[in-house]
């Protein structure tokens, strides 16, 4: 939703609850100001219990890749931060800090490579257990998940492989003139019909990175079975 719908709804619902859920639906809109708000509304100012949680929970969105990237590395800032009891980190409540910790983990862009920096942001700092293991729990989740997607990629690469030697894939293939010559163009549409088959496959609606590694995967496994 924009600012004019949200806007719009806080007006409606003028109750504390009603401000909340503003603040939570600012915090996952696409508009990088906004994004831009809400990190500092739930990392560097007092802000109430219940609009923390939302503004944290909401942040984090799907095929928001552009906007967010750069709070990957805001995020291991934050987690410093609170390890070291650094400015308000000193006198932040312990809700506060389990809202960042885990609801701030960058979910959507925990790939192999931020697990990679994550492991050796860990290595280099002595930080309190009660930050690490939570900052952990959020790793290990995160693995966890990109394991199972690379197994819905293999499997459904397989799948539309195997239906595309059978002819499926095929199907698209047309010859056109060129200068008086026939030639046969390359299947690009079918390669991309196929890709398509592989995301809904592997991630069912899910938006993101993800569909790019299907359709590396694909590319890969074509290849290979030409």
């Not at 603040?23 to 990190?39: F, L, N």
């Not at 312990?94 to 862009?109: A, D, E, N």
């Not at 930050?131 to 199972?148: C, N």
């Amino acid at each position: 939703a924009g600012e004019a719908e949200i806007a719009a709804e806080a007006e409606r619902d003028r109750t504390a609850t009603g401000a909340e859920k503003a603040a939570g639906a600012r915090s996952a809109s696409k508009d990088a100001a906004a994004k831009a708000e809400a990190w500092a509304a739930a990392t560097e100012r007092e802000t109430p219990n219940e609009t923390h949680f939302q503004i944290c929970a909401q942040f984090w969105q799907l095929d928001q890749d552009d906007i967010l990237t750069p709070y990957t590395d805001r995020y291991l800032e934050v987690v410093d931060a609170i390890g070291s009891q650094r400015g308000p980190w000193a006198t932040a409540s312990t809700t506060i800090r389990q809202h960042v910790l885990g609801l701030l983990f960058p979910r959507p862009l925990a790939d192999r490579a931020f697990i990679e920096k994550l492991d050796a942001f860990l290595a280099e700092r002595t930080l309190p257990e009660s930050v690490k293991r939570l900052v952990l729990e959020r790793r290990d989740d995160a693995v966890e998940t990109e394991r199972d997607h690379a197994g819905a990629v293999r499997a459904a690469v397989d799948e539309v492989a195997e239906q595309y030697d059978r002819g499926l894939g095929r199907r698209q293939t047309r010859v056109v003139s060129v200068d008086g010559a026939d030639q046969r163009l390359e299947q690009i549409a079918a390669a991309m019909d196929v890709a398509d088959r592989i995301d809904a496959l592997s991630r069912g609606k899910r938006g993101g990175r993800r569909g790019r590694a299907a359709r590396e995967n694909l590319s890969k496994s074509l290849k290979h079975r030409g």
